[in-house]
């Protein structure tokens, strides 16, 4: 009997002992043959718990493999979202998540979506009570959290109060990648620098 070999993933969810959220990948193996399908291989496999920090050049060509070899670990499609906190005060935000998502849809081959969440509280503009539930729905279904330039001082200031933090800690503790480079990489710390503030604007360091 010849038999054809399909497998299928899938995510599912459990919860342990603590009532905590357990995130699975579900893998069948299915032969066909005669009309009929044998399952004849289950497991279980935990999706990873990573985090990624880069220095500069993010989406440069040097960093391609990083980026598949971490993706590769993820079910696909991979359900991945870039964090545009960070440069969420340029005027050119919108041109640098473009080319964000042109990076990964070409050389990662991973589509890419935005998250949209450049202000979560007001600044001279009002923040989008809508765009920012979106966002923290991408965010928080995402496997692989990707954000980089900026600065990390205005990310910090959106972040504070609002889920963004809980939400990156639940992946690092029950699954996903978490991909941390240039500004965005200076707020894992318990101290970053203001480097718009001070190179830029010639304020004084000062703590936050």
């Known amino acids: 009997m010849e038999c054809n070999g399909t497998i299928v993933l899938q995510t599912i969810q459990l919860t342990d ?58 079910p696909s499609p991979v359900k991945a979202v870039v964090l545009d906190t960070p440069y969420g005060f340029q005027e050119n935000a919108p041109e640098l998540a473009a080319k964000a998502v042109e990076y990964f849809s070409t050389s990662i081959n991973v589509d890419l979506v935005v998250a949209g969440l ?17 966002g923290l729905r991408a965010l928080s279904d995402a496997d692989y959290i990707f954000a980089g330039p900026g600065s990390p001082t205005y990310a910090l200031r959106q972040w504070a109060g609002s889920p963004v933090a809980r939400i990156i800690n639940d992946k690092l503790a029950n699954g996903g990648i978490v991909t941390f ?28």
């Open 181 to 208: 480079a240039s500004a965005a990489a200076l707020t894992l710390g318990r101290a970053t620098v203001p480097v718009y503030e001070v190179y830029k604007v010639g304020q004084d360091v000062t703590r936050l």
């Open 17 to 74: 002992q603590t009532g905590a959220a357990l995130r699975l990948q579900f893998r069948e193996i299915i032969m066909v043959g005669f009309n009929r399908k044998y399952y004849f291989r289950i497991f279980l496999m935990s999706l990873p718990r990573i985090l990624v920090i880069m220095g500069s050049g993010e989406t440069a060509p040097t960093m391609v493999t990083t980026h598949r070899r971490m993706t590769a670990l993820l």
């Open 118 to 134: 450049v202000r979560l509280h007001d600044t001279h503009i009002a923040a989008d009570p809508v765009a920012i539930e979106r």
